[in-house]
């Protein structure tokens, strides 16, 4: 077993909710033999600087998050995708501490698939920027505007995704179109939705 990260205690002992859950699911990713570092504020799990699961806490529960969960077999059907847009990560959600002892040794060994996974050096395939529809208010807007276009196709590609899933979430064409008016500035200023 590997040892504890004292930069890492901090998390779990701020935990106002999920308390015993989170040191269950500690106990039994540190049994597996992973490298417990702290990331994004949250205690993450590597083998051989490769992140494999991550312990998140949300209200209605705590959740082992598995970086390349969509390559995972889920035998047990226990791994929850997000949201229909996330690619590769995968979550094992828990709402109590015997749920988590009685699953010990179904998420030891999905922990010990992930880094079978890692050790095989696979990838997920994520789908590439041109596979994201382009939203029928901003293509009028690229098409008319040279300047846009130019600038759009400047971003990186995790930029653009981020504007084209951005763009294409609300239901009513009104609403994509205030948005991309909201954000045009931002992208020939060769920002993206977030910087």
Same mark, same amino acid.
Request: with cysteine.
């Given at each position: 077993?590997?040892?504890? @990260?004292?930069?890492?205690?901090?998390?779990? @002992?701020?935990?106002?909710?999920?308390?015993?859950?989170?040191?269950?699911?500690?106990?039994?990713? !540190?049994?597996?033999?992973?490298?417990?570092? +702290?990331?994004? #504020?949250?205690?993450?799990?590597?083998?051989?600087?490769?992140? &494999?699961? !991550?312990?998140?806490?949300?209200?209605?529960?705590?959740?082992?998050?598995?970086?390349?969960?969509?390559?995972?077999? $889920?035998?047990? %059907? &226990?791994? &929850?995708?997000?949201?229909?847009?996330?690619?590769?990560?995968?979550?094992?959600?828990?709402? %109590?501490?015997?749920?988590?002892?009685?699953?010990?040794?179904?998420?030891?060994?999905?922990?010990?698939?992930?880094?079978?996974?890692?050790?095989? %050096? +696979?990838?997920?395939? !994520?789908?590439?920027?041109?596979?994201?529809?382009?939203?029928?208010?901003?293509?009028?807007? +690229? $098409?008319? &505007?040279?300047? +846009?276009?130019?600038?759009? @196709?400047?971003?990186?590609?995790?930029?653009?995704? #981020?504007? !084209?899933?951005?763009?294409?979430?609300?239901?009513?064409?009104?609403?994509?179109?205030?948005?991309?008016?909201?954000?045009?500035?931002?992208?020939?200023?060769?920002? #993206?939705? $977030?910087?």
């Amino acid at each position: 077993m590997k040892s504890m @990260n004292p930069k890492v205690d901090f998390f779990f @002992n701020k935990a106002k909710k999920w308390q015993e859950e989170l040191e269950q699911l500690r106990m039994i990713v !540190l049994e597996c033999g992973l490298t417990e570092e +702290l990331k994004w #504020g949250c205690p993450c799990y590597t083998f051989q600087k490769s992140n &494999i699961v !991550l312990i998140h806490v949300f209200k209605e529960y705590c959740a082992l998050l598995f970086f390349k969960g969509a390559l995972l077999n $889920d035998a047990h %059907g &226990i791994l &929850i995708q997000q949201t229909k847009n996330v690619q590769s990560a995968r979550q094992i959600r828990f709402t %109590g501490v015997r749920e988590i002892v009685e699953l010990a040794p179904i998420v030891k060994a999905y922990i010990y698939e992930a880094i079978e996974v890692e050790k095989a %050096g +696979l990838k997920v395939d !994520l789908k590439k920027t041109e596979d994201f529809s382009v939203p029928g208010e901003f293509q009028s807007k +690229l $098409d008319h &505007i040279p300047a +846009l276009k130019t600038a759009f @196709n400047a971003l990186t590609p995790g930029r653009q995704r #981020g504007y !084209l899933f951005y763009f294409s979430q609300p239901k009513q064409s009104k609403t994509r179109e205030t948005r991309v008016e909201k954000c045009m500035q931002q992208i020939l200023d060769g920002k #993206g939705l $977030d910087d």
